[in-house]
């Protein structure tokens, strides 16, 4: 079975453009999940999507915003990009059930953001 | 305020020794799943280990363990007959019981094992 797949893998932009990445989770997993980890860090929660609903946010600003579709992948749009910005950004993926497996996350292979 | 704290930056060990991971965490919550992941220089985050708060038994998955103490809030990572494979940043996490349609993970700052041959 597949796993997390992401894409794009790298890309560059420009300060002030905007991006998108995409995830789709893996096969029956209905909870999608968006990180981002700058370099010497860990991962921090951006946002978590249930049943194409906003379940959770982290502390991130309005230029981030995301979307989950009827099949379950994912989109994470960044506008107005900062060199901030510049990290990997990676989509996990979960059952959503109330035992173990479905609070297990799993993890695409990230896609790399550089901001110039 | 819920935390992760990995003390130690850096480690190496040689191959086919033991070593061991440290990392403390802070929550009010009682229900709560913590794990280990390892991202390599491919930098896909792998699970590694889970455990389970309300279990006392400490998870095991072949040369890993882990030694949860709950009334400590401490749950290192054992890593027995070290490989050159097992060269990697290794993050411990936890997250809130929910059935997954909510929380996420909270991750500590890491901490990167080398393996010498």
């Known amino acids: 079975d597949a796993g997390v797949t992401q894409s794009p893998t790298h890309l560059i932009k420009t300060r002030g453009q905007q991006v998108t990445l995409r995830c789709s989770p893996i096969?029956?997993?209905?909870?999608v999940s968006w990180y981002q980890q700058v370099l010497g860090q860990g991962p921090q929660f951006i946002f978590q999507?249930?049943?194409?609903?906003?379940?959770g946010r982290g502390n991130f600003p309005d230029r981030f915003s995301a979307r989950q579709f009827p099949n379950y992948s994912s989109e994470l749009n960044v506008n107005a990009l900062l060199l901030g910005d510049s990290a990997l950004y990676l989509c996990?993926?979960?059952?959503?059930?109330?035992?173990?497996?479905?609070?297990?996350?799993?993890f695409g292979e990230g896609s790399w953001l550089t901001v110039v | 305020a819920q935390t992760v704290t990995q003390s130690q930056p850096e480690m190496s060990v040689q191959e086919a020794e033991t070593v061991t991971l440290s990392c403390t965490y802070d929550?009010?919550?009682?229900?709560?799943?913590l794990f280990w992941y390892k991202q390599p220089p491919s930098r896909q985050m792998i699970l590694v280990i889970r455990?389970?708060?309300?279990?006392?038994q400490n998870a095991t998955e072949n040369r890993f363990s882990v030694n949860f103490q709950k009334a400590a809030k401490s749950f290192s990572l054992k890593i027995s007959d070290s490989q050159l494979g097992d060269t990697a940043m290794y993050f411990c996490?936890?997250?809130?019981?929910?059935?997954?349609?909510?929380?996420?993970?909270?991750f500590g700052k890491g901490t990167k094992l080398s393996v010498k041959p």
């Open positions: 996990a993926s979960s059952l959503a059930s109330w035992d173990s497996s479905g609070n297990t996350i799993y």
């Open positions: 096969s029956g997993h209905k909870s």
């Open positions: 999507y249930y049943e194409k609903e906003e379940r």
């Open positions: 929550t009010s919550e009682n229900n709560y799943y």
């Open positions: 455990q389970e708060a309300y279990k006392q």
């Open positions: 996490a936890f997250k809130v019981t929910n059935g997954g349609s909510q929380g996420n993970l909270i």
